[in-house]
Each structure stands twice: as C-alpha cells, then as structure tokens.
C-alpha cells in the first residue's frame, strides 16, 4: 500500500468498542488503486472514478408516453366533444420538422418527439375515428401524456457520483447520457492464504487423522470476488516461517492487501504474526465484539495485511462488518456501509451487556404477515452451516442486555454485505 504509515492501524492495547474501531478503520485507511477507462458494457461491478456528468437532457426533446393523438389543449372543447383533423403522422425517431398550427390533430406513437406547439396526447383508446378527423371526449387535461424534456436528467448533473459500485442501473443511465466508455478504478489486487501442517485443500487433498480440509481460504476469497477484488490464492503454507516469509515477501509488490484467517496470536506457533511484523507492522484490534477474537491489521512493506479470525464463521463475520469497509476503502468505494433494516425479533434472548454480538438469522413472515427474524439455533463460531440456513446477521448493540420477542431488533441481509 503506497504510502501506508508505519502505524497506520495502531490502536493501543485497550478494548475498544465496535463503532470506534470502524470509525478509526475509515478514517485511516485511503484509495490505493488507480483509473483505467473501459468500455461501458464491461463496467458492471466496477468502481465509479469519476462524477458522471450530464452532457444533455433525458428525454432530450418533449415526447409521447402514450400512442395518440398530439393536440394543443386551448383546441380542446371543455364541456364537449371536440373534433380535429388528422393531419401529420409522427414516429419515434422522425421530428415532424415543423411548428404545429391551431385546429389539427397529429398521430404520435410512443416516444416521438412532440411537435412544436402542442403540449397534450390523448390515448388512442379514447378517441373515436370519424373518416379524416379524431373525436376527442372531454375532460382531458392540458399536457396529458407528455414527457418533458429534462424530465429525467438535466444537462449539467451529477448523475452518478464518483465511488459508487456500478449496477445494471448504472450502466443503463449512463448510456442514456451518451456514454460507451468510462473511467473506473482498477480492481483491488487481493491475496489470500492458509497456514498449517493439519490444513488441506478439499480439491487437490484427502484430509486423513489430524487434517482439516481449508474452508477460510475458499469463503474469503468468494467474499473478495464478490466486492470486485482480483483474488490470487496463494494456497496454504506449512508452518515455517522461511516458507512463509518468502511467500509474503514475494506477494506484497503485486498486490494491494494480503488477507489470512487464523495463526495470528502470539502463542509460539503463529508464526504469521512474528513474521508479519519483521516485514512491516501489526497491531492487534481489541474489539468488544462476537463472534471474533482479535483481528490483526498492519502491513507487509507497503502492502495491507488482515489477519481473520481462525473459527469459520467468525472469519466470515468480521470480514463482512471489518475488513470490508477497509478492503471497499482502498478500492474506492464511498458506501462502505451497509443498511440496516428493524424487523422484529421472534425470540428472547440475554445478552452480555458492552459488546457487540452479531447473530446469524433468517426472515419469516410473522403473525401478522411482515417479516420477523429468527434466531439460527446454533451459534457457534465453527458452524458454518448456521451461515448457509440464515439470511443475514441481527447486529445487537453494546449498551443492549435483553431481547424480548416482537422487539425491533438490527437485521442486515447478506446481500448487503457481499458486494
């Protein structure tokens, strides 16, 4: 990370609360990616790097919203019907190419340009064709039917502002402004490893007595691709710090943040932490929070080292409410914050007050056929099952000690959260 301080995620050895240390995170943490100009249909999913600015009005001329007939309103008889000459046919795409005179009617379809002069459509299914003239009901109001210019985008507006991930909605605006190319940030350069003798890959090994097969690795990386990062795996290192040095070594130059789970305390096999630290920096995060155990953020050289949790679901959990408003900083998005949603909560619970807790939870329609979330049954920092059968977390904050049920509680669905 170019220009990363030495103490850069250093907070102290105090526990600090959830909300400060995020507040800290953001405040710290910078863009380190820099621009590239793509073709606009190859933007999904690309960060914004500069304001989308409004060359021109949408719709760019006042047009039809209906197939009808264009009229001029002061024609149009209040208290009868009123009977007009069919003169000019116009289609979407052909300018009648003259002003509109009083007393005539005009066939319009959907989308062609209003002809100068008049200001109101009446639907074709309210009208009754006699011969070479429209009989047009009563009641229509001046300017029915119409879609002014500008009515959508003004020249000169922001219409999509720099940071912001792009969506099919996105693309889709941007197009209507005359845009095929646009300048995105290039994807944030994220590696990912495992350490451990007892760790194997489900795709290339068998697990025998003693071995686990390496989830962490495969959730976070997904969790990366999801954010828009280009993920390199750099598989799982043994124990050994000269193995793992020289792969962290060799990773910082070509890459923007280093991400492990697990290994990073200070007991005499985690070896990451020491070697981490001879590289560059690290400070351990005190969090009050649960699930999760202390993170690890500093870097190695210049590049941004997260150390995850080890427990599967803890992994995935500080990632989604830590590392993620940091990993979407650096990349340079400015929504780095999820939505929140209140829904009730159809369980009681105690809590220990002065932390906070995030439990997993699915939504289902309560009595009264809203949504309420209910509680996984099993919240266990290693069952990672309880991730796959919720839809998102219930966030509990620190100054919290009991849920009662039907109590507004914080629910944050996954999607918020995975991309």
Same mark, same amino acid.
């Given at each position: 990370?170019?220009?990363?301080?030495?103490?850069?995620?250093?907070?102290?050895?105090?526990?600090?609360?959830?909300?400060?240390?995020?507040?800290?995170?953001?405040?710290?943490?910078?863009?380190?990616?820099?621009?590239?100009?793509?073709?606009?249909?190859?933007?999904?999913?690309?960060?914004?790097?500069?304001?989308?600015?409004?060359?021109?009005?949408?719709?760019?001329?006042?047009?039809?919203?209906?197939?009808?007939?264009?009229?001029?309103?002061?024609?149009?008889?209040?208290?009868?019907?009123?009977?007009?000459?069919?003169?000019?046919?116009?289609?979407?795409?052909?300018?009648?190419?003259?002003?509109?005179?009083?007393?005539?009617?005009?066939?319009?379809?959907?989308?062609?340009?209003?002809?100068?002069?008049?200001?109101?459509?009446?639907?074709?299914?309210?009208?009754?064709?006699?011969?070479?003239?429209?009989?047009?009901?009563?009641?229509?109001?001046?300017?029915?039917?119409?879609?002014?210019?500008?009515?959508?985008?003004?020249?000169?507006?922001?219409? /999509?502002?720099? @940071? =912001?991930?792009?969506?099919?909605?996105?693309?889709?605006?941007? !197009?209507? *402004? +005359? &845009?095929?190319?646009?300048?995105?940030?290039?994807?944030?350069?994220?590696?990912?490893?495992?350490?451990?003798?007892?760790?194997?890959?489900?795709?290339?090994?068998?697990?025998?007595?003693?071995?686990?097969?390496?989830?962490?690795?495969?959730?976070?990386?997904?969790?990366?691709?999801?954010?828009?990062?280009?993920?390199?795996?750099?598989?799982?290192?043994?124990?050994?710090?000269?193995?793992?040095?020289?792969?962290?070594?060799?990773?910082?130059?070509?890459?923007?943040?280093?991400?492990?789970?697990?290994?990073?305390?200070?007991?005499?096999?985690?070896?990451?932490?020491?070697?981490?630290?001879?590289?560059?920096?690290?400070?351990?995060?005190?969090?009050? /929070?649960?699930? @999760? =155990?202390?993170?690890?953020?500093?870097?190695?050289?210049?590049? !941004?080292? *997260? +150390? &995850?949790?080890?427990?599967?679901?803890?992994?995935?959990?500080?990632?989604?409410?830590?590392?993620?408003?940091?990993?979407?900083?650096?990349?340079?998005?400015?929504?780095?914050?999820?939505?929140?949603?209140?829904?009730?909560?159809?369980?009681?619970?105690?809590?220990?007050?002065?932390?906070?807790?995030?439990?997993?939870?699915?939504?289902?329609?309560?009595?009264?056929?809203?949504?309420?979330?209910?509680?996984?049954?099993?919240?266990?920092?290693?069952?990672?099952?309880?991730?796959?059968?919720?839809?998102?977390?219930?966030?509990?904050?620190?100054?919290?000690?009991?849920?009662?049920?039907?109590?507004?509680?914080?629910?944050?669905?996954?999607?918020?959260?995975?991309?």
């Amino acid at each position: 990370m170019s220009g990363l301080q030495n103490d850069c995620f250093k907070v102290g050895d105090e526990m600090i609360p959830f909300a400060e240390g995020l507040a800290i995170l953001k405040s710290r943490a910078h863009r380190v990616v820099g621009t590239e100009t793509v073709a606009l249909r190859d933007a999904l999913g690309r960060v914004l790097a500069e304001d989308v600015i409004a060359p021109r009005d949408v719709p760019p001329h006042d047009n039809s919203a209906v197939d009808g007939f264009a009229v001029m309103a002061a024609d149009l008889n209040a208290d009868g019907e009123t009977r007009l000459p069919v003169t000019e046919r116009i289609a979407a795409g052909h300018p009648l190419g003259r002003a509109a005179r009083p007393g005539e009617a005009m066939r319009i379809f959907t989308g062609a340009p209003m002809p100068d002069g008049m200001d109101t459509v009446v639907m074709q299914e309210d009208v009754r064709i006699d011969g070479e003239s429209v009989v047009i009901p009563a009641g229509l109001k001046a300017g029915a039917n119409r879609r002014k210019r500008g009515e959508d985008v003004k020249t000169g507006a922001i219409v /999509i502002p720099a @940071g =912001r991930r792009l969506r099919a909605q996105e693309i889709g605006l941007a !197009a209507s *402004v +005359g &845009l095929g190319r646009i300048k995105v940030y290039q994807r944030l350069r994220a590696a990912v490893f495992s350490t451990g003798d007892e760790v194997r890959d489900p795709e290339f090994d068998d697990a025998g007595p003693g071995a686990i097969y390496d989830a962490n690795r495969y959730s976070i990386g997904a969790l990366l691709k999801g954010l828009g990062c280009e993920v390199t795996d750099l598989g799982i290192l043994s124990d050994h710090v000269a193995e793992i040095r020289s792969a962290l070594h060799d990773a910082a130059p070509g890459h923007d943040v280093i991400l492990t789970s697990g290994g990073v305390s200070l007991g005499e096999e985690d070896h990451i932490t020491h070697v981490v630290e001879s590289l560059g920096s690290i400070d351990f995060w005190r969090l009050a /929070i649960k699930p @999760g =155990r202390p993170m690890a953020l500093g870097r190695v050289v210049d590049t !941004a080292f *997260v +150390g &995850l949790p080890g427990n599967p679901v803890a992994a995935m959990v500080t990632f989604l409410r830590i590392a993620r408003p940091l990993i979407l900083t650096l990349a340079g998005r400015t929504d780095v914050d999820p939505i929140h949603f209140k829904v009730p909560a159809a369980f009681s619970l105690t809590k220990k007050p002065g932390r906070r807790e995030w439990l997993r939870a699915s939504l289902k329609p309560g009595p009264d056929g809203a949504p309420a979330a209910h509680r996984h049954p099993h919240q266990g920092s290693g069952v990672l099952t309880s991730m796959v059968a919720s839809d998102g977390l219930i966030e509990l904050p620190e100054d919290l000690a009991r849920v009662e049920e039907g109590q507004p509680v914080d629910f944050i669905p996954f999607g918020e959260m995975m991309s």
